[in-house]
């Protein structure tokens, strides 16, 4: 098993920046894929990115391409995601998830799933 723990979220206005990060424990992290979702009030939460165990092959969802970033680093057992020129719309919950297995991609069900961080976007 492994557990999860969100940081980063915050207030901030429309083309500003901030880092997530997913801290995880309990397990080999290195053996998981990883992804990230958010929840926006009224809203079926919905995928963001997500990376394979070896950091080397990344997801997108279209809304967020060339804004955010998806990256880790096994030695830390940790998972970021950058987003850059934030908008009002990406206000929500963002969660991170996590599933023992090679591959991920935009589709992968997760197994293990932290308790979310706030992002808010003012315009």
């Known amino acids: 098993q492994v557990q999860l723990v969100e940081s980063g979220g915050g207030l901030v206005q429309a083309g500003d920046s901030l880092r997530l990060s997913c801290a995880a424990s309990?397990?080999?992290?290195?053996?998981?894929?990883v992804g990230w979702f958010r929840q926006a009030p009224g809203k079926e939460r919905e995928f963001v990115a997500s990376?394979?165990?070896?950091?080397?092959?990344?997801y997108y969802a279209d809304s967020v391409k060339g804004r955010f970033t998806i990256s880790r680093d096994n030695a830390k057992n940790t998972v970021h995601l950058q987003m850059n020129s934030l908008k009002p719309e990406d206000t929500a919950v963002y969660y991170c998830?996590?599933?023992?297995?090679?591959?991920?991609?935009?589709?992968?069900?997760?197994?293990?799933w932290g308790q979310g961080t706030q992002v808010t976007v003012s315009s």
């Open positions: 998830a996590a599933k023992r297995t090679l591959i991920v991609t935009k589709d992968t069900k997760y197994d293990y």
């Open positions: 309990g397990s080999t992290f290195s053996m998981y894929g």
């Open positions: 990376i394979r165990w070896s950091g080397g092959t990344t």
